[in-house]
Each structure stands twice: as structure tokens, then as C-alpha cells.
């Protein structure tokens, strides 16, 4: 308690002395009248506006986050420097002198200047007192009165998962290797003085190699008929989006009510920053549930647990401007070099990527060490900073590399929170995807999918082509925050008129085609009798890797250049242009061609083996979402105090089976016993 009030002294006391020298620097803010004050008089009267200020922020603050919790995130970020500003003006205002006075616009400046100095002195403060530094973090957490763990419950170990969107195995094991991320390393053993504690493991995506496939067989044990990021159903006339709100609710719903159950974090779980809740209750930034209304979506609640401290809320406002800048510099810097491949990325995209990087990071971090505090079971969090960045700037980019140091830096946070957590954690760190790089498509060919189709198909193609704006999760993120509907600039959500006419989707460098007058699943039989030159047309093109559709003679059929069609069962024998795509490749092409939903033409872009790159239908220039280098090979990282994820000599292959490991890993250790429903994909056995 002592060190408590000494603390607060020594945080008054700087906050004073940083109230004197902005009121000498800046000449709208003064604390003295016009005639001249002592010198005590003007410390007096710094003194008590410091203090007046802190108080006002402690409680204030928290009280007005709370009341703005109904305006979108990213607005209420905005307010922040107003709302501190306000506070200063409030607090002057209280001063009995009434001799001091700032500016609006001046007391904005200060505010935000005394918030950054208070907080790093109390931190500074706080380091070598752990009550004191597990206190300030602890207020991060939204846990309420009269949640408290049973007794006896914190005695076995709770587990965080990490997932690292859209890294790569042999990006992390490059990034280590260079230094970028020195915690991940001393967690393998490398480095100076490091430890070794966990293993590291690749493990191979689905044909549908993105976050929405991935997470939702992760969390939900099932990702059955999801054949794409996005696709279009003919039973509904819907398009169904991965990161559209209502879309992520559905497809929760469907894998839920096939696996009979809740999901991996149904016992005292978390959900932070993910397309899907898993069951949990605790839940911020969940996509699934953000199209919700009412006191039971609980979703945003992550927002005030971070922005209720004035200090972090000034922090992540000024690390979202730099970002900002720093987007619009490297941008501007690849235009000047005539880098290639290159996309575009002006507009608001500068603002999307600091969203991701900056405050959905600070936010999911801060809640993670909140559930770290409250003693929760089980914590899942996504951290999509590197996928939004990698698209736009290359999966190894100067830009991309920066973003792996600065997530490398919140998992050495959250390894120092754990040593201070009521129990110990277990911290396990995976990715759901990797990405695959490459020029789009559109850049190397001129034309994008759509109009490739359009010419096969015999209908009219416009003289410009019309290119596919990317479907990275950050932009639905940030649409969710804005509390806008999630519907991509450009994208059909309804059949085109006239209905003959075919729906075409891009998901990286997988395109799907539809036919949406047609209420099956098309055959090539029939595709050739209405569009002769079509299948002929996407198969040989040089940008093309091989097409799947449904044969009425041979069921599925695989077709190539040269003429090549290989039926699925005779892939194993005869992998046809399937050979470069290598190991599983056969099998994921099969297991798609299997869903109900799974489209007329299935369309995978050409690969080259040799050096990994891929032909985005999207304007990325790191992609995934279909078969082809890096973006099938993602990672899982376990401590070693856990079983292995698999036997020695095994893969491991498709989300589903991650699903069933980390299931494993939570009831290893007498931790939280999750129950198993009753279908198929919840056994513990390794596929055939």
C-alpha cells in the first residue's frame, strides 16, 4: 500500500513538472494571469491542475468510455484526444486561482502529452513491484464481481493460444533465424542463454487455404463445406462472405449443429479478435457475433476493458497516426522504385492497416492479459497484423518484417504477464494459413478471372477490366467497428441479370464459377453443351493451374493444359496437373469436390515449385486461399510440457485434426474437460 502511495506521488509530482513546461513551450496554455505570478504561486497552480487532472482521468474517464461504447470504435478513437483535452479544460477550470486557461485545440496537445508521461512513469514505477504492476494490468480485464474461478480450479494450468494470422512456417523460421523475433526464438532454444520450451511443427491447410476455413475446423472441430472464402449457394441465391458478420453466424451455426458441439472454449474460454467465438462466453472482437443487438453481444466490451485507461487509449491513437504515416511512406516509396509486383494501396487502406496493426493488436493484447488475470481456462486470440500488411506489401517485405518484430514484442508481454497470472499458462502459438507470393492475375495478363470467363462463355467483355478488391480480414474488422454491413466494393450479392450469365468470386488464386439459373451442380457435360469453349478456355490458359468440375461418367474430374482430365480417383496413379501442387494435393481437391456447396467450376491458379509464387484473382500480391506454395503450409508451436501434436513420422493435415490436438492438450494435465459431442470429427484419432 505504501508503494501504492509513493507511486502516485512520484506520477503527480512528473505530471506537475510536464504541466509547468508545456505551459512554458506552448503559448496558448498559461498558468499564471496576465500580469505575472511568483514562481510559487505558478507551481501551486500546476500542482493542483495535475492533480485535478489525474483524479478526473481515474474516474471520469472510465465513466465517459463506457457511455461511448455505442459509438463505432474507431470513431470513439477519434474522440479520444478531444475527450482528454475536455478533461484538461475541466480540470483548469477547478483550479481556485481561475488564472489558468489553454486553448482547445493547445489543450488537446497537452493532455495527450501529460497521458503518455503519466503512464510511462508509472510503468517505469511499477516494474520491480509485481502486486503493483499485476494491479495495473488487471484493470485491463473485464471480468466482474462474482465470476471468480471455483476453488481449487486455478491449481491446474490454463492455455492461451496465439494465432499469428497468416504466417507462415518458413516465414517464422526465417524471421528467427534473422533476429526479427527474439522471444519466439528463446522459446526453441535459440539464442543467447535461451531455454528450450517448445517445439515447432508445420502442419497442411485445406484446399481452402484461409482464415475462415482454417479457424472455424481450429475452433469448432468442422469446416465441412466450406470450399472458399467465398462462395455462392444456390440453394439460398446468397453469396456467403467468411468475414461477413451474418455469414461468420451461419457458418458457426452449420458446424455446431454437424459436430454436436459447442466448440474448443466452452469451459471457461475466451474468444479475442477471431471470426468465431468456439463457444466461449468472454468474447471481444468476434466476428459472429458483431451483427448482434442487445446486452448479450458482449463482443465490443474489449474496446472499454483498453480504452477506460486514458493512457492507453492517447498511445494507441498516436501508434494509429504513426502507422498511418508509415503505410503512406512505404507506399510512396515502392511507387518511386517501380517495384514490382505492386498493388494498390491508397484510399482508405492506410487506415484499415493501422486499424490491424495497431488497434486491434493493442485491444486483442490487452484482453488476453486481462483473461491471463481473471484465471480463465482458455484463451483464444487472433492477431491479423502481419496477413493485412503481407497482402498489400509481400509476405517478406521490409514492411512485413517490421510488423513480426512488433508481434514479437506482444508475445514477450504476454509471457511477462504470465509470471505475474493467479495461474500458470500454458502458451500456445499457431497460425491458420500461410501466404504464397506473386503479381496478380489482372497485372500479368490484363484481364481478371471474370472476363476470362465472360470471353469463354462467348459474352461481351468490357475493354477495362474490372479488378477484385481484396477480402482480407482487417477490412471486415474494421467494418464491424464502424458498424457498417460488410459488403466488399464491387461484389454481386444477388444473380446478375441477366440469370443466365455466371457468378465469378475470387479467394486469392482459387475462382469459383456459378451458374446461378441452374439449381444443381452443373456437370461438364452440361457446361460444354452451353459454353463449348469455356472448360477449354480456363485449362489451357497459362494462368491457370487445373479446373475441377463434376463429370457424369467420371464423377469429379480434374482438367489441365493439352487436354489433359484426370478423375479424382485416379489421381493417386496420375496427378496430372496436380503434380506440382505436391503431397495432399489430391486429397484436398477431393474432399472439396465432395461438399454441397462446392461451385460449377472450381478454378486454381498456376503455381511455380521453384520459387513458390502463385497468380492472385484478388489485387494481392500475397495471397491465399487455394493449393500453391507457402499458403498451405502454416505452423503450430506447443510448449513441451505437452503431449506431440502428432507421432513421429506423421503429418498433420487439415484444421479439423488441429482441432482435435488442441482438445487433447486441454484435457492433458487435469485441464478444463471439454465435452465431446457426438460426431465424427470430434474423436481423437488421426485420419487414414
Known amino acids: 500500500m505504501g508503494s501504492a502511495v509513493w507511486r502516485s506521488v512520484a506520477v503527480w509530482a512528473v505530471s506537475t513538472v510536464t504541466m509547468l513546461a508545456l505551459a512554458g513551450i506552448l503559448p496558448d496554455f498559461r498558468l499564471q494571469s496576465t500580469d505575472g505570478d511568483s514562481a510559487t504561486s505558478i507551481a501551486v497552480t500546476a500542482a493542483l491542475g495535475a492533480g485535478a487532472f489525474g483524479v478526473l482521468s481515474s474516474v471520469v474517464w472510465p465513466l465517459l468510455v463506457r457511455a ?177 458478420p451474418t455469414s461468420a453466424a451461419e457458418l458457426q451455426r452449420r458446424a455446431i449443429e454437424r459436430t454436436g458441439d459447442g466448440g474448443l472454449l466452452t469451459v471457461d474460454g475466451a474468444s479475442r479478435g477471431n471470426l468465431f467465438s468456439g463457444g466461449a462466453e468472454q468474447l471481444a472482437l468476434v466476428l459472429s457475433v458483431a451483427a448482434r443487438r442487445g446486452r448479450e453481444n458482449r463482443s465490443r466490451a474489449g474496446y472499454f476493458a483498453y480504452f477506460s485507461d486514458p493512457a492507453n487509449a492517447v498511445r494507441t491513437a498516436l501508434s494509429f497516426v504513426a502507422d498511418v504515416g508509415r503505410e503512406i511512406g512505404e507506399s510512396t516509396r515502392t511507387r518511386l522504385r517501380k517495384q514490382r509486383p505492386r498493388v494498390g494501396r491508397g484510399g482508405l487502406y492506410p487506415f484499415i492497416r493501422a486499424f490491424a496493426t495497431v488497434i486491434e493488436r493493442d485491444v486483442v493484447v ?123 466494393g464491387g461484389e454481386q450479392f444477388l444473380p446478375p441479370l441477366p440469370p443466365s450469365e455466371p457468378i465469378v468470386l475470387a479467394s486469392g488464386n482459387l475462382g469459383l464459377v456459378s451458374f446461378p439459373d441452374v439449381p444443381h451442380r452443373m456437370s ?53 496437373p496436380l503434380a506440382d501442387f505436391g503431397p495432399g494435393a489430391a486429397d484436398a481437391v477431393r474432399r472439396t469436390h465432395s461438399f454441397p456447396h462446392v461451385a460449377d467450376v472450381m478454378v486454381n491458379s498456376w503455381y511455380d515449385p521453384e520459387d513458390g509464387e502463385v497468380l492472385a484473382f484478388e489485387e494481392q500480391i500475397g495471397s491465399h486461399g487455394g493449393l500453391g506454395g507457402a499458403q498451405g503450409r502454416p505452423f503450430l508451436m506447443s510448449p513441451l510440457t505437452l503431449s506431440p501434436p502428432v507421432g513421429a513420422g506423421e503429418e498433420l493435415v487439415g484444421a479439423e485434426q488441429v482441432h482435435r490436438v488442441l482438445r487433447r492438450w486441454l484435457r492433458e494435465d487435469d485441464g478444463p474437460q471439454v465435452p465431446v459431442g457426438d460426431g465424427a470429427a470430434l474423436n481423437d484419432q488421426h485420419p487414414a
Open 524 to 576: 461438364r457435360e452440361e457446361i460444354d453443351a452451353r459454353h463449348p469453349a469455356l472448360l477449354t478456355t480456363l485449362a489451357n490458359h497459362p494462368g491457370i493451374g487445373f479446373v475441377l468440375v463434376r463429370s457424369e461418367e467420371h464423377g469429379g474430374l480434374v482438367l489441365g493444359a493439352h487436354g489433359a482430365e484426370i478423375p479424382l480417383d485416379e489421381l493417386d496413379d496420375d496427378p496430372g
Open 68 to 244: 461511448l461504447l455505442l459509438v463505432p470504435a474507431l470513431v470513439l478513437g477519434v474522440l479520444v484526444f478531444f475527450l482528454n483535452g475536455s478533461l484538461l479544460i475541466l480540470a483548469l477550470r477547478l483550479d481556485p486561482s481561475g488564472q489558468s486557461e489553454a486553448a482547445p485545440e493547445t489543450a488537446v496537445v497537452v493532455a495527450a502529452v501529460m497521458s503518455a508521461v503519466a503512464s510511462a512513469t508509472g510503468g517505469a514505477l511499477a516494474v520491480r513491484d509485481d502486486d503493483a504492476y499485476r494491479r495495473r494490468l488487471y484493470r485491463l480485464s473485464d471480468r466482474r464481481r462474482g465470476q471468480a474461478p471455483p476453488p481449487g480450479a486455478l491449481s491446474a494450468p490454463g492455455t492461451v493460444f496465439l494465432q499469428l494470422d497468416g504466417v507462415g512456417h518458413d516465414v517464422l523460421v526465417d524471421a528467427i533465424g534473422r533476429g526479427l523475433m527474439p522471444t519466439v526464438a528463446a522459446w526453441l532454444g535459440e539464442g543467447p542463454g535461451a531455454r528450450t520450451t517448445h517445439r515447432l511443427a508445420p502442419w497442411r491447410t485445406d484446399w481452402s487455404s484461409q482464415t475462415g476455413a482454417s479457424q472455424l475446423g481450429i475452433l469448432h472441430g468442422s469446416n465441412h463445406d466450406i470450399p472458399a472464402f467465398r462462395w455462392y449457394e444456390k440453394d439460398t441465391r446468397e453469396i456467403v462472405v467468411c468475414n461477413r
Open 366 to 488: 490487452a484482453a488476453v492479459i486481462g483473461d491471463m488475470f481473471a484465471g480463465r481456462a482458455s484463451v483464444y486470440a487472433d492477431l491479423v497484423a502481419y496477413d493485412e500488411v503481407a497482402h498489400h506489401s509481400g509476405p517478406r517485405s521490409r514492411d512485413a518484417e517490421k510488423v513480426l518484430q512488433r508481434l514479437d514484442r506482444s508475445l514477450a508481454l504476454i509471457e511477462q504477464v504470465a509470471e505475474h497470472a493467479p495461474r500458470a499458462y500454458r502458451v500456445v502459438l499457431l497460425s491458420d494459413h500461410g501466404q504464397s507470393p506473386g503479381e496478380t492475375f489482372h497485372a500479368r495478363y490484363g484481364l481478371g478471372l471474370g472476363e476470362l470467363v465472360r470471353a469463354g462463355c462467348g459474352l461481351p467483355v468490357p475493354r477495362k477490366a474490372r479488378r477484385t478488391h481484396s477480402g482480407a480480414e482487417a477490412r471486415a474488422a474494421v467494418r464491424a467497428a464502424l458498424r457498417r454491413p460488410v459488403e466488399e
